[in-house]
Nanobody, 125 residues
Framework: QVQLVDSGGGLVQAGGSLRLSCAASQRTFSQHRMAWFRQAPGKEREFVATTRWNGGDTFYTDSVKGRFTISRDNAKNTIYLQMTSLKPEDTAVYYC??????????????????WGQGTQVTVSS
């Protein structure tokens, strides 16, 4: 069982930056896929970024390419989402997720078995 704790959200002006963190309760192995999703009010949960624990297979949704960076610190069992040039449309609750089977499509929420509790990001215009 993997437990995930999201943190780092907050209120920021457009153009600002935030770094989200996701601490895992146990060492996740190289075949595990880690991801960030987000969900805005009234919308479905959408894929943001993913990477494997060994840093391979890193992908981003088009709307955040060049602005967001997913990274990990294996010694701390933690992944990060560095967000820059934030826009009001980035406002959402952000969730980290783990796929321990490395199966299914990386952009689908149903692929992931474990989820953090979410952290609110609000970008004001």
């Amino acid at each position: 069982q993997v437990q995930l704790v999201d943190s780092g959200g907050g209120l920021v002006q457009a153009g600002g930056s935030l770094r989200l963190s996701c601490a895992a309760s146990q060492r996740t192995f190289s075949q595990h896929r880690m991801a960030w999703f987000r969900q805005a009010p009234g919308k479905e949960r959408e894929f943001v970024a993913t990477t494997r624990w060994n840093g391979g297979d890193t992908f981003y949704t088009d709307s955040v390419k060049g602005r967001f960076t997913i990274s990990r610190d294996n010694a701390k069992n933690t992944i990060y989402l560095q967000m820059t040039s934030l826009k009001p449309e980035d406002t959402a609750v952000y969730y980290c997720a783990v796929d321990s089977n490395y199966s299914g499509t990386y952009w689908s929420p149903g692929t992931y078995e474990y989820w953090g509790q979410g952290t609110q990001v609000t970008v004001s215009s």
